[in-house]
Nanobody
């Protein structure tokens, strides 16, 4: 099982980035995929999740609701996180995670994790 997060970078406040989580080694359509982020010195926290395609329900943490959009593309086994109206407080390392079952913002709910991608938002 592999998850590869990419798309991070440096952007000015108010700008946008699109993160990608390319996956392989498991049945993509049977897995919920989540995005977490980790601030320096803090625990990793869930910010968005998307359920299996037959449900397709997105979850968002309150601080990103209305600014971030999660989507999944089965043909590419990839999940995206479109991040708009970025703020300096969004600066963090972003991780994607996957597991069978429903969405959760609990780290323990996910067996499979990608390496993080750094997002830096300048003021």
């Amino acid at each position: 099982v592999q998850l590869l997060a990419s798309g991070g970078g440096l952007v000015q406040a108010g700008g946008s980035l699109r993160l990608s989580c390319a996956t392989s080694g498991f049945s993509f359509d049977d897995y919920a995929i989540a995005w977490f982020r980790q601030f320096p010195g803090k625990v990793r926290e869930g910010i968005s999740c998307i359920t299996i395609p037959s449900e397709g329900v997105p979850w968002y943490e309150d601080n990103v609701k209305g600014r971030f959009t999660i989507s999944r593309e089965s043909a590419k086994n990839t999940v995206y996180l479109q991040m708009n109206t970025l703020k300096p407080e969004d600066t963090a390392v972003y991780y994607c995670a996957a597991d069978e079952g429903r969405c959760s913002f609990l780290r323990s709910a996910y067996r499979f994790w990608g390496k993080g991608t750094q997002v830096t938002v300048s003021s």
